[in-house]
């Protein structure tokens, strides 16, 4: 009987293990990138931008909104590169299922991010000159934006479908514009406020950070 057991679990451990279906439903995934894990106000993902644009709310809401748009155009085209391009043996379709690319993970990701940037970049310069003019160099530099490749990045390890992905990466997004807008709607009240001299500028921007992100952190019982 143990020589049997011992055999029947060696055979079981040299079978393929399928891949784990992420199941979560979408309302779940929505609200939990917007509030729950928000990604600049849990991971701190996008600070450069978030502390240098947050001066004034319409800037931080155009911004917001352009990070939105990337997110959501970029995790859904990661998301189709990934599964069948460079993760193992996604090359199946090919006639290659011994590929694995995934090394290329991070220079392919940061090309589709930096494409879709240009693409946001021509729109706003286009649509809005005054928007494009107010955000400056911050725009391009969405190329570079952690929270952008953070979010391909996660999307990844959960192994969520295209629709799961698509989801998260608004959710992202917006949960991202949510953070900009407010720090921006506070700094804007805080120009009349008595700060002690030590903590002006940056100082109070990361204590009022901290107490933002600790007021998402109530929405974790969702």
């Known amino acids: 009987m143990i020589c049997e057991s011992i055999l029947a679990a060696a055979a079981a451990l040299s079978l393929p293990q399928e891949a784990v279906v992420n199941e979560e439903g979408f ?95 021509m729109a706003v310069d286009k649509l809005s000159p005054k928007l494009y003019a107010a955000l400056g160099i911050f725009l391009p530099l969405i190329a570079v934006n952690c929270a952008i490749l953070g979010s391909s990045m996660f999307m990844v390890e959960r192994n969520y479908s295209l629709a799961q992905a698509t989801v998260f990466g608004v959710g992202s997004g917006i949960g991202w514009l949510l953070a900009i807008v407010s720090m921006a709607a506070i700094r804007w009240k805080l120009r009349t406020a008595h700060i002690p001299g030590p903590l002006k500028g940056l100082g109070i921007t990361f204590i009022v950070t901290g107490l933002i992100a600790m007021a998402f952190m109530t929405f974790s019982g969702i």
Do not use: H
Request: proline fraction near 3%.
């Open 27 to 121: 309302l779940s995934i929505l609200l939990r990138s917007i509030f729950v894990e928000n990604i600049l106000l849990a991971f701190f993902l996008g600070m450069c931008s978030y502390l240098a644009v947050s001066k004034r709310v319409d800037s931080s809401l155009g911004l917001g909104v352009a990070v939105i748009f990337v997110l959501a155009l970029t995790v859904p085209i990661n998301w189709v590169v990934w599964q069948f391009v460079l993760a193992p043996g996604a090359l199946a379709w090919a006639g290659v299922p011994d590929s694995n690319l995934s090394y290329l993970q991070f220079l392919t990701f940061i090309a589709s991010i930096a494409a879709a940037v240009q693409i946001v970049e």
